[in-house]
């Protein structure tokens, strides 16, 4: 079984410019989440998605971050425009159901703003 | 915001002994808990979970034990290897269905 796919897996952007991770979660898991991870610190969640619908985007900062799960399949996170305190590795994860199955997590991107 | 933490940032143990890595949440509502395994440049990978109605649950060389009193829970690794070397974390289920992830354990396996 193909695990969660996420690219690009680096990005070095300066501030203000806008970025993009995408992430492919593991084929038939309906629940997808995405996760900010600060060096040093454990995963926060930034939004979850049942399908294509959204279930919990509290901890996502809207004004600069955006996702979206247009198909209930793939899905994309936005960041513009970018600060210093943005750099990270964004985490994406799937699960196949309710929340409390297992989460799959995927190799994260790893966002560097200079 | 929640608060899960650990009460130790490092450990190193000797290969073969066992490893005892703790976490302490805040929530007594949280009814669902993950131990999770993250080695360098990679996901978090599931180890074990166990939810509120159990204290202990066991797997293969892991054992995890909650104690809902004092609102602990411990991950338990028999006859660490090296390939255990890397930062666990505890998460938690909390109000709301969403997970806080705790700081992290780096655990150093010396052979």
């Known amino acids: 079984e193909a695990g969660v796919a996420q690219s690009p897996r680096y990005k070095i952007i300066e501030k203000r410019q806008s970025v993009a991770f995408w992430c492919n979660p593991i084929?038939?898991?309906?629940?997808l989440y995405w996760y900010q991870q600060i060096l040093g610190q454990g995963p926060k969640l930034l939004i979850q998605?049942?399908?294509?619908?959204?279930?919990?985007d509290s901890q996502l900062p809207k004004d600069r971050f955006s996702a979206e799960r247009l198909k209930g399949v793939d899905s994309t996170l936005k960041i513009q425009p970018a600060k210093l305190e943005d750099s990270a590795v964004y985490l994406c994860?799937?699960?196949?159901?309710?929340?409390?199955?297992?989460?799959?997590f995927g190799p994260g991107t790893r966002l560097t703003v200079l | 915001g929640e608060s899960v933490g650990l009460h130790l940032p490092t450990l190193s143990v000797q290969e073969g002994d066992n490893s005892i890595i703790n976490c302490a949440y805040s929530?007594?509502?949280?009814?669902?808990f993950i131990w999770y395994k993250q080695e360098s440049g990679k996901g978090p990978q599931f180890i074990i979970d166990?939810?509120?109605?159990?204290d202990k649950r066991q797997g293969q060389r892991v054992t995890v034990l909650l104690n809902k009193t004092v609102k602990h829970l411990s991950l338990q690794i028999a006859a660490t290897q090296p390939g255990d070397s890397a930062v666990y974390f505890c998460a938690e289920k909390a109000a709301g269905n969403q997970f806080y992830f705790g700081t992290g354990t780096s655990l150093t396996v010396i052979p």
């Open positions: 166990i939810r509120s109605n159990m």
């Open positions: 929530n007594s509502a949280s009814d669902y």
């Open positions: 998605f049942q399908n294509n619908g959204v279930v919990d």
């Open positions: 084929s038939g898991h309906a629940t």
């Open positions: 994860a799937s699960s196949s159901g309710p929340t409390t199955d297992t989460q799959y």
